[in-house]
Nanobody
Framework: QVQLVESGGGLVQPGGSLRLSCAASGFTLETYTIGWFRQAQGKEREGISYIRTTDISNYAASVKGRFTISRDNSENTAYLQMNSLKPEDTAVYYC?????????????????WGQGTQVTVSS
């Protein structure tokens, strides 16, 4: 059974850091591009980062320079390190997997999804 499970969310103060994990089971994560998305209340799901099988990564302007995506193929897990968090980063964060090569900031490109983890940035 193909499954992605996110963890690591929580409540953090502005300026703080969190590391999200995305553990894959039922498939080999290293053969997929992994994307991270977020959805704030009342807003559309937003693609924020992805990492290809070649380890080439890309970031949305809203998180570039603050977030870092990585993968540990030996652990079949991907990560999103989030630094300098802002209140506007508050959202449910999802990881997703795809073998498609294009439109990787679009949710429609991904066929496997995790259940999401809540990140709240507030003082």
């Amino acid at each position: 059974q193909v499954q992605l499970v996110e963890s690591g969310g929580g409540l953090v103060q502005p300026g703080g850091s969190l590391r999200l994990s995305c553990a894959a089971s039922g498939f080999t994560l290293e053969t997929y591009t992994i994307g991270w998305f977020r959805q704030a209340q009342g807003k559309e799901r937003e693609g924020i980062s992805y990492i290809r099988t070649t380890d080439i990564s890309n970031y949305a302007a809203s998180v570039k320079g603050r977030f870092t995506i990585s993968r540990d193929n030996s652990e079949n897990t991907a990560y999103l390190q989030m630094n300098s968090l802002k209140p506007e980063d508050t959202a449910v964060y999802y990881c997703a997997a795809t073998r498609l090569p294009l439109r990787l900031f679009s949710a429609s490109a991904y066929n496997y999804w995790g259940q999401g983890t809540q990140v709240t940035v507030s003082s």
